[in-house]
C-alpha cells in the first residue's frame, strides 16, 4: 500500500485519514479502505465539480476547417484593408476621379477589412455568432449559382454560348464550396460557445 496521494481526473472526495482524493461513486477510500465520509468542505467539491460539468460543458478542440477559415478571412481581411488604405491614398493624391467616391469606396474597403477580422477571431475563439455570420454570408453566396441553375434548367439557351450541361458542372463546381460550408456550420454547432 502506497502513502502517495495519487490525484487523477475526476477524483473528488478527500479521504479524511490519508488525503487520498477518490471519484465521486467510491464509498470506501481506494487508499487506506476507510469509509469515505461526504464532509463539508468534500461534500462541496463535489457540487462544484458537478456545477462546472454542467455549467462548461467541455469545449471541444478547434476543427481544422475552422482554423483554415479563420487564417483565410484574417488574410482576405489584411488585403481588403490594405486595398482600402492604398486606394484611398492613391484617390487623394492624382485627384484624377471623384474625390468623394474614392474616399467612401476606401472606406467600405477598410469597413470590409475590419469586420473581416472580427469574424475571423470570432471563429478562432469558436464563438457562435461568428458561426451565424458564416451560415448566412455562404447562403447569401449560394444565391447567385442556385438562380443560374434555374435559370439554366428552365431555358438551356440562356448558357452564356457555353453548352448548358457544361455550365451546370462549372455553376455547381461555384457553389460546392460555399455549400459545403454552409452544410459544415450548420451541422456542427457542438464546437461553439452558445
Ligand atoms: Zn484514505
Given at each position: 500500500m502506497?502513502?502517495?496521494?495519487t490525484p487523477s481526473?475526476?477524483?473528488?472526495?478527500?479521504?479524511?485519514?490519508c488525503?487520498?482524493l477518490?471519484?465521486?461513486w467510491?464509498?470506501?477510500?481506494?487508499?487506506?479502505?476507510?469509509?469515505?465520509?461526504l464532509?463539508?468542505?468534500s461534500?462541496s467539491a463535489?457540487?462544484?465539480?458537478?456545477?462546472?460539468?454542467?455549467?462548461r460543458?467541455q469545449?471541444?478542440?478547434r476543427?481544422g476547417?475552422?482554423?483554415?477559415y479563420?487564417?483565410?478571412?484574417?488574410?482576405i481581411?489584411?488585403f481588403?484593408?490594405?486595398?482600402g488604405?492604398?486606394?484611398?491614398?492613391t484617390?487623394?493624391?492624382?485627384?484624377e476621379?471623384?474625390?468623394a467616391?474614392?474616399?467612401?469606396?476606401?472606406v467600405?474597403?477598410?469597413?470590409v477589412g475590419?469586420?473581416?477580422?472580427?469574424?475571423?477571431?470570432?471563429?478562432?475563439?469558436?464563438?457562435?455568432?461568428?458561426?451565424?455570420?458564416?451560415i448566412v454570408?455562404?447562403?447569401?453566396?449560394?444565391?447567385?449559382p442556385v438562380?443560374?441553375?434555374l435559370?439554366?434548367l428552365?431555358?438551356?439557351t440562356?448558357a452564356?454560348?457555353v453548352d448548358p450541361?457544361?455550365y451546370?458542372?462549372l455553376?455547381?463546381?461555384?457553389?460546392?464550396?460555399?455549400g459545403?460550408?454552409?452544410y459544415?456550420?450548420?451541422?456542427?454547432?457542438k464546437y461553439?460557445q452558445?
Amino acid at each position: 500500500m502506497s502513502n502517495q496521494i495519487t490525484p487523477s481526473e475526476g477524483d473528488s472526495i478527500v479521504c479524511n485519514s490519508c488525503g487520498q482524493l477518490n471519484p465521486a461513486w467510491r464509498t470506501e477510500c481506494k487508499n487506506c479502505g476507510k469509509r469515505l465520509m461526504l464532509g463539508s468542505a468534500s461534500r462541496s467539491a463535489t457540487l462544484s465539480t458537478a456545477r462546472n460539468r454542467i455549467l462548461r460543458p467541455q469545449l471541444l478542440e478547434r476543427p481544422g476547417c475552422v482554423t483554415a477559415y479563420a487564417v483565410l478571412l484574417g488574410i482576405i481581411a489584411a488585403f481588403a484593408g490594405l486595398a482600402g488604405l492604398l486606394f484611398g491614398f492613391t484617390t487623394m493624391i492624382n485627384r484624377e476621379f471623384n474625390l468623394a467616391a474614392g474616399l467612401v469606396l476606401s472606406v467600405v474597403m477598410l469597413a470590409v477589412g475590419g469586420f473581416y477580422i472580427m469574424v475571423s477571431r470570432g471563429l478562432w475563439e469558436l464563438k457562435n455568432w461568428a458561426r451565424i455570420v458564416i451560415i448566412v454570408t455562404s447562403s447569401i453566396g449560394l444565391i447567385g449559382p442556385v438562380l443560374s441553375i434555374l435559370v439554366v434548367l428552365v431555358s438551356p439557351t440562356s448558357a452564356q454560348g457555353v453548352d448548358p450541361l457544361i455550365y451546370l458542372c462549372l455553376v455547381g463546381v461555384q457553389s460546392a464550396i460555399p455549400g459545403y460550408f454552409l452544410y459544415w456550420f450548420s451541422a456542427n454547432g457542438k464546437y461553439f460557445q452558445k
